[in-house]
């Protein structure tokens, strides 16, 4: 029993010479720590962000697959062709269609290219890849495209929602095959399809494509004070002198 008191008394001494102490001061580093955990925790009570709810699962998904060509070049892509293929369409259209062979479009689209050193991007990524484009324009995709007359008239005349005027242009033939040939080689022609068809191009379809859908249609042509300002890839004179050629 004495042992123990000695030790109790021995205890409150130490403890009574501690408190007799002064105080150490607190380190920047401690009132930095101190502060950061308050933050913290006023965070937490305003946000409802999920790595800062207490006991939330995290999120373990794996990030999607990168794509081998961004949104913006894609679509650029798709615009040139567009507007080269659209101004060719007439000549363009009954040759791919009834072409029995990559080679054959391959020399079809030659025919409508520029000499190699004037050539475009677009052109140039193009021309290389015959193969693929014949397989989409044989594909069921491409040839189960109709054009009701209704969205025709959707896309060439101006129509009171603009965004009815891009979708009904995007099943235009030409801009089908601009949709999946963009991102080729890069990626496949579906994937490009899908993706261009998600975000329809803007530009106008070019004047040569319109009168050749409009003659097919019987819709009204435009008067000479539209056609006059009417902006078009190729001269006009080329529109009627080849909308009628059946040779290849």
Not at 3 to 14: I, M, Q, V
Not at 49 to 55: G, H, T, V
């Amino acid at each position: 029993m004495a042992k123990n008191a000695r030790r109790e008394n021995s205890t409150r001494g130490l403890d009574k010479v501690s408190e007799d102490q002064p105080q150490r001061p607190m380190s920047e580093l401690e009132r930095r720590v101190i502060q950061l955990e308050k933050d913290v925790a006023i965070l937490k009570q305003l946000t409802r962000w999920p790595l800062f709810i207490e006991n939330a699962p995290l999120d373990k998904t794996k990030p999607g697959v990168k794509e081998r060509i961004g949104d913006v070049d894609l679509f650029a892509w798709r615009d040139g062709l567009i507007r080269w293929l659209e101004a060719y369409w007439p000549w363009l259209e009954g040759r791919l269609l009834r072409a029995n062979s990559a080679e054959e479009v391959g020399a079809i689209l030659e025919a409508v290219s520029e000499e190699p050193y004037l050539r475009r991007n677009w052109q140039n990524r193009l021309l290389p890849n015959p193969a693929e484009l014949f397989d989409f324009i044989s594909d069921e995709r491409f040839k189960k495209t109709k054009l009701p007359k209704a969205t025709v008239k959707d896309a060439l005349i101006q129509a009171a929602d603009d965004d009815i005027r891009r979708r009904a242009a995007n099943q235009f033939p030409a801009r089908q095959i601009a949709n999946a040939m963009a991102g080729v080689p890069d990626i496949s022609w579906r994937r490009s399809l899908d993706r261009c068809s998600a975000n329809p191009s803007t530009i106008r379809v070019d004047l040569i494509t319109d009168l050749h859908f409009r003659e097919l249609h019987g819709l009204p042509i435009p008067g000479p004070s539209v056609l006059t300002d009417a902006y078009s890839t190729l001269p006009r004179g080329f529109w009627p002198l080849t909308a009628g050629t059946k040779d290849v």
